[in-house]
């Protein structure tokens, strides 16, 4: 069962802002938005998450609409490295509940 | 500095082997996670262990087989019950309860059967 949506790929040119969307639309109260990023055959690497609140560190921007339904992580200056494919991922943050992860966003950073 | 270590990066199989893939945790985690992944795909959960001696299947377990003995081991072995073997495999780690930066990923073996 599907609990995140996200487009398939997208382009963003290097040094612009890279804006990737995921509708959650089932997402239940005591649930969180995840996002991971994997580097071509490398292992995914945690980004950011959030519950309700946008959130910001040192690697990008978590904006959680008011409703939470949709949720866009933000790479302010986005750079070659970039390139990967991001996954949004929904669970609560506790209990045995693994990590589910989907077919995510592969994000190409143009030069 | 603290990781997971997966190794080999690279393994070759022949039908109709077994074969162990090693996953190590310097992180004092007590949940560890193997997943695979095919071309193109997400990730597949296949066996996770929440705590020493105690392990339960994930969502693709057919084929394969797991033993955690220790903290910082869990070994994931590929039996020749494992009909299409060939893909990426990857561990994981994570702090219980859920910590604020979820799973550490190794950086995977690559199994392909010849």
């Known amino acids: 069962d599907a609990k995140t949506t996200q487009p398939p790929s997208m382009d963003c040119a290097e040094g612009r802002a890279a804006n990737l969307p995921c509708n959650h639309s089932t997402i239940s109260g005591n649930e969180y938005v995840y996002w991971y990023r994997q580097i071509h055959s490398q292992g995914p690497q945690y980004i950011i998450h959030?519950?309700?609140n946008n959130e910001t560190n040192e690697m990008a921007s978590l904006i959680i609409t008011e409703d939470r339904k949709s949720s866009t992580l933000i790479l302010p200056h986005a750079t070659l490295r970039d390139t990967a494919v991001y996954y949004c991922?929904?669970?609560?943050?506790?209990?045995?509940?693994?990590?589910?992860f989907g077919t995510g966003t592969r994000l190409t950073i143009i030069p | 500095d603290g990781g997971i270590t997966q190794s080999p990066k690279y393994l070759f199989r022949k039908e109709g082997q077994n074969v162990t893939l090693s996953c190590e945790q310097n992180l004092n985690h007590d949940a560890m996670y193997w997943y695979r992944q095919d071309p193109g795909q997400g990730l597949r959960l296949i066996y996770y262990?929440?705590?020493?001696?105690?392990?339960q299947k994930g969502d693709i377990a057919e084929g394969y087989s797991v033993s955690r003995e220790k903290k910082e081991s869990f070994p994931l072995t590929v039996t020749s019950a494992q009909k299409n073997p060939t893909a990426f495999y990857l561990c994981?780690?994570?702090?219980?309860?859920?910590?604020?930066?979820?799973?550490?990923f190794g950086s995977g073996t690559r199994l392909t059967v010849v």
């Open positions: 959030g519950l309700k």
């Open positions: 262990s929440q705590i020493v001696n105690d392990f």
């Open positions: 994981a780690s994570s702090l219980q309860p859920w910590p604020s930066d979820g799973y550490t």
């Open positions: 991922i929904v669970r609560v943050n506790f209990g045995n509940e693994k990590l589910t």
